[in-house]
């Protein structure tokens, strides 16, 4: 897989010249691999996010002697929001935090909602918490902030007092 991903980047980043960022993410879904291997991974690291940014980290390592401003960017998401415990991104890795388990009918630094979403139960303060820790290790932090109702699409958004607050 990881060959296979390598060169799928590899061709995309030469289709596309000036790209400066090419998505390696997990899928919208909650469902990590549990083979032996990547389990010994994500139980030495605490996370999912353990076999997944190992798994970047090569693609990364790889493209850098060829294209070294091209950054790959991956998702800090659902089950791999939680950062690893040793594995590190390498400078060239951009991680996404995603806040999809978050209320933002409150700023995430006081809200004491926990909300579940699909499989997964967060809180606001875990949130902040995972914000944190991805901080320490990686020099490429993004958020991926959310600013739809997925209850119901048409529905307004209640972010409009948490945005300053948030930022």
Known sequence: MLKLTIEGVMKWIEEHPGIRIVSVSQNDWYNPCRCDKCRAIDEAEGSHSGTLLHFVNRVAE?????????????????YTRKPPKHV????????????IECCFSHPLESCQETVSFKNRTGSDKSFAQDLQEWAKICDRLYVWDYVTNFSNYVMPFPNLRVLQPNI
């Open 88 to 99: 590190r991104p390498r400078k060239n890795v951009i991680v996404r935090l995603c806040s």
């Open 62 to 78: 790889a493209i850098e002697p060829h294209y070294p401003d091209v950054a790959i960017d991956t998702l800090a998401y659902q």
